[in-house]
């Protein structure tokens, strides 16, 4: 299993030792401060396996944890999934690709078409070629902010790319987060960056989710056992530490969907059921106060049948 490297400056040296700490002692959480971090080792790359990577800045907001995105380097350019939520957040992404590799960025997939993911696109070299499912791209179309050009690829099922000797597996596992997710497979190396389809340590976020269909999404990433999962918001996890962590965020999105139903079956109003709702130990997870109502609200819906 390789390890995963961190590149900063030799004056944080000290961060790469606390990046580098054993599976047993990393703090299982999407909060910098509580993993021993420091908000200045941030924006950071890290090393996943060779010639994969991810990159990790903070999302905007009084909140503090990450936005991912993964990029892969091969010897016929490179394939970005995801970008940041701002124009000079993405052009930290694309410098950063730049300090790693002379290749050119090749393909950016959205695999999350939500603003914090894709707001900053524009930073991406012109003709570049952009991969997005339907729904993100109706989304993005209508939308105020970054529009996907009208070349860009649609991946409605699934997508296998040669690029230089590396395959990439584009695929939609379903309607999860956003509708339009899609996730990027390594088959050589087993490495599976899912996006928003699944948030490490972060309070299950449902503004615009499918709640049961989402369950459905991480049963058939679990059922790839893929050696390393990557998540599109908190920390970039060794393999075991990885495999544990998306259990243990398939827990908190059946515990959250279980709560809502339970007030739900029991006839308590969505606003009181907003207050009622025990969260249990998912409360200390990152933005657990914010996205808690909003988690109820989508359940009702679905329940209701007015999901939209
Ligand atoms: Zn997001």
């Known amino acids: 299993m390789p390890r995963l490297t961190v590149f900063l400056a030799p004056s ?6 606390a990046a580098a700490v054993s599976a047993q002692t990393v703090v299982r959480t999407a909060d910098p401060a509580k993993r ?3 908000e200045s080792d941030f924006p950071r790359t890290i090393k996943v396996a060779d010639n994969v990577y991810t990159y990790e800045d903070f999302h905007a907001g009084p909140e503090k944890f990450t936005t991912t995105d993964l990029f892969v380097v091969t010897d016929a350019g490179v394939l970005v999934a995801d970008g940041q939520g701002s124009l000079p957040e993405t052009t930290g992404l694309v410098d950063a690709i730049a300090k790693v590799t002379a290749q050119p960025i090749k393909y950016v ?19 570049v070629k ?3 499912h339907p729904t993100s791209k109706a989304v993005l179309a209508r939308g105020s902010g970054w529009k996907p050009p009208a070349d860009a690829e649609l991946i409605d099922n699934a997508r296998t790319l040669t690029v230089g000797r590396e395959e990439i597996q584009v695929l939609f596992l379903g309607r999860a987060h956003t509708g339009g997710d899609l996730s990027v497979f390594l088959p050589g190396r087993k490495i599976l960056f899912l996006s928003e389809t699944y948030l490490n340590r972060v309070f299950p976020a449902m503004r615009s989710a499918y709640p049961s269909e989402w369950l459905r999404a991480l049963d058939r990433a679990e ?10 918001h908190g920390f970039t996890e060794t393999g075991p530490v990885s495999r544990e962590e998306i259990r243990a965020y398939h ?9 809502a139903t339970r007030l739900h079956a029991a006839a308590v109003p969505v606003d009181d059921a907003i207050r009622k709702a025990n969260w249990g130990e998912y409360a ?11 988690a109820v609200r989508r359940v009702y819906d679905e329940l209701d049948g007015t999901l939209r």
């Not at 200390?284 to 909003?294: D, E, N, V």
């Open 251 to 259: 827990k908190a999105l059946e515990a959250v969907i279980a709560e």
């Open 36 to 38: 021993g971090l420091k």
């Open 284 to 294: 200390s997870w990152t933005l657990a106060s914010s996205q808690g109502p909003i």
């Open 12 to 17: 944080l040296l000290a961060s790469v030792c």
């Open 109 to 127: 997939v959205i695999c999350s078409d939500h603003g914090d993911h894709s707001a900053g696109n524009a930073a991406f070299p012109p003709g």
């Open 223 to 232: 059922a790839m056992q893929a050696d390393i999962y990557i998540a599109g």
């Open 130 to 132: 952009y991969l997005i």
